[in-house]
């Protein structure tokens, strides 16, 4: 059994005889999409993470709020409905944490081991050049896809215009609909 078409022809609108009296439709108006606010339970239980982290693994929350601004930035300043920047900076921004806080779990969890890890400046820049890269992955993919998807046409409309000529030889040029 065929499967329906996935996109369904559109009906020919019926054109007004001459003369005739030419309807306006209304369309509905799209109402302005307020962006998304944070539900009070899940701000809470988030608070509640944060509190039980800083009380628990003070060095380790001072390190991972330290070296997560450019996430946090990131999401602040994308107000998405889905925060696609933000998706994009926190895991690399994250990978680029991940070495320091392993440094700070096996060589104890202490704070001036720390305070120590953000006095250091190539600390500052794994961290943020990673975070970076999380930026100009979000900045340069949609060029990327662009040239990718551009290219793919062209060699499609190169491989039909073969297969059209080939199609015109073999059967003529009335059978193509036009002269050329």
């Given at each position: 059994?065929?499967?329906?078409?996935?996109?369904?022809?559109?009906?020919?609108?019926?054109?007004?005889?001459?003369?005739?009296?030419?309807?306006?439709?209304?369309?509905?108006?799209?109402?302005?999409?307020?962006?998304?606010?944070?539900?009070?339970?899940?701000?809470f239980f988030l608070g509640l993470v944060?509190?039980?982290?800083?009380?628990?693994?003070?060095?380790?929350?001072?390190?991972?709020?330290?070296?997560?601004?450019?996430?946090?930035?990131?999401?602040?300043?994308?107000?998405?409905?889905?925060?696609?920047?933000?998706?994009?900076?926190?895991?690399?921004?994250?990978?680029?944490?991940?070495?320091?806080?392993?440094?700070?779990?096996?060589?104890?969890?202490?704070?001036?081991?720390?305070?120590?890890?953000?006095?250091?400046?190539?600390?500052?820049?794994?961290?943020?050049?990673?975070?970076?890269?999380?930026?100009?992955l979000f900045l340069g993919m949609p060029?990327?896809?662009?040239?990718?998807?551009?290219?793919?046409?062209?060699?499609?409309?190169?491989?039909?215009?073969?297969?059209?000529?080939?199609?015109?030889?073999?059967?003529?040029?009335?059978?193509?609909?036009?002269?050329?």
């Open positions: 059994m065929a499967k329906p078409p996935a996109i369904r022809p559109q009906r020919a609108l019926a054109r007004p005889r001459s003369g005739a009296a030419v309807k306006a439709v209304r369309r509905p108006v799209r109402k302005p999409v307020a962006p998304k606010k944070v539900g009070t339970v899940r701000l944060i509190i039980g982290l800083a009380t628990f693994a003070a060095p380790t929350c001072v390190l991972l709020l330290v070296g997560m601004v450019p996430s946090i930035v990131a999401y602040v300043v994308d107000r998405n409905e889905r925060p696609m920047l933000a998706f994009t900076v926190a895991p690399l921004n994250l990978a680029g944490l991940m070495h320091y806080l392993l440094r700070l779990w096996t060589g104890g969890d202490t704070m001036p081991a720390a305070v120590h890890m953000l006095t250091d400046v190539y600390v500052w820049l794994v961290i943020y050049l990673s975070a970076g890269a999380g930026w100009l060029t990327i896809v662009a040239i990718t998807i551009g290219r793919s046409l062209n060699s499609r409309k190169a491989k039909l215009d073969s297969l059209q000529a080939r199609l015109r030889a073999d059967w003529g040029t009335e059978v193509a609909g036009t002269q050329d």
